[in-house]
């Protein structure tokens, strides 16, 4: 059914956030016709939180309680995302795997960006990895979110040359550079074919 309405965003990080701030970046710059109605973070010292609240948007920490299943928390989580009727779930640097039940409430409606070209280095370090197998190229992708780790339909995908000098820290930041861009990008595209179904 084509709507007019608002495509309507939850964002889940844990740190930085600079993936939220692109995010926030291109909604105010419109070229993503979105509106972030809730971020929410399992590190109540998510830097990325701040950059929600100056912004005016609602920033809430669900924090893991010892003892409590993964269940138990993602339905805390799925709680928590109810009353803002989110379109998309996105994924921006949020370090939990989710459980078959919150990925199956938003079946198709979950998005990741992960620091690869999945599907290869799927997973942590993936940086310092790519160095190691002395690989040409690195970059990132953005996909659907399954129950399997940073596997699922891809979305798009930015690739980089890597250069002589490189190391972890010069690759962190150019793939980073990438993801800015991919994100937002990626989220458009979503956002008009819910226009368009
Ligand atoms: C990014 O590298 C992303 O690919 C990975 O987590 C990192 C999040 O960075 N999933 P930030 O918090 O958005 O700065």
């Known amino acids: 059914m084509a709507t007019d309405s608002p495509f309507k965003l939850a964002v889940l990080i844990s740190g930085e956030g600079s993936n939220l701030q692109a995010i926030i970046n291109a909604i105010d710059a419109g070229t993503l016709d979105a509106r972030i109605e809730i971020v929410i973070s399992n590190k109540s010292n998510a830097k990325g939180l701040n950059r929600a609240t100056r912004t005016g948007i609602t920033a809430v920490v669900v924090p893991p309680v010892r003892g409590q299943s993964r269940e138990e928390y993602d339905q805390r989580l799925l709680d928590t995302l109810a009353p803002f009727a ?4 996105v994924l921006a640097g949020f370090m939990r795997i ?24 799927k997973g942590m370090n993936t940086h310092q990895r790519v160095l190691d197998a002395r690989e040409r190229f690195h970059g990132a992708t953005v ?22 000098d490189d190391d972890a820290a010069s690759l962190q930041q150019r793939v980073h550079a990438e993801e800015h861009v991919i994100y937002p990008r990626a989220i458009q595209w979503l956002s008009e074919q819910r226009k368009r179904a």
């Open 86 to 89: 989110p379109d998309l779930v």
């Open 143 to 164: 996909h659907f979110v399954t129950e399997q780790l940073d596997d699922g339909e891809m979305i798009i995908q930015s690739r980089i040359e890597i250069e002589a």
């Open 98 to 121: 989710l459980s078959t039940g919150f990925v199956h409430s938003y079946a198709h409606r979950i998005i990741n960006i992960h620091p690869s070209l999945l599907p290869a280095y």
